[in-house]
């Protein structure tokens, strides 16, 4: 994990990918609303979206970057944010 320095706060962040799957991993203080995502290849075809392991409401937005996938959360502590692509 990578540490981001947020005014005095301190925010972990981890992504990974193996084979069809995408993993980012964050962890916060308590208190704070936060999106978190990955970027796909471009026209990737998502076949699912978790957050802690449970169905997760998310939009796409095409970038320059690639097809984004975002998840909004208010919970505390580690989120795990998992993505399968076809």
Request: hydrophobic share 40%; glycine share 10%.
């Amino acid at each position: 994990m990578g540490n981001l320095n947020i005014g005095s706060a301190t925010v972990e962040v981890a992504a990974q990918q193996a084979g069809k799957r995408y993993e980012t991993t964050v962890n916060r203080p308590q208190g704070w609303n936060l999106t978190i995502g990955y970027a796909l290849p471009a026209a990737s075809q998502v076949c699912s979206v978790t957050l802690n392991g449970a169905p997760a409401a998310f939009q796409i937005v095409d970038t320059n970057r690639g097809r984004e996938i975002r998840v909004m959360t208010n919970s505390a502590g580690e989120q795990v944010l998992q993505i399968e692509v076809q």
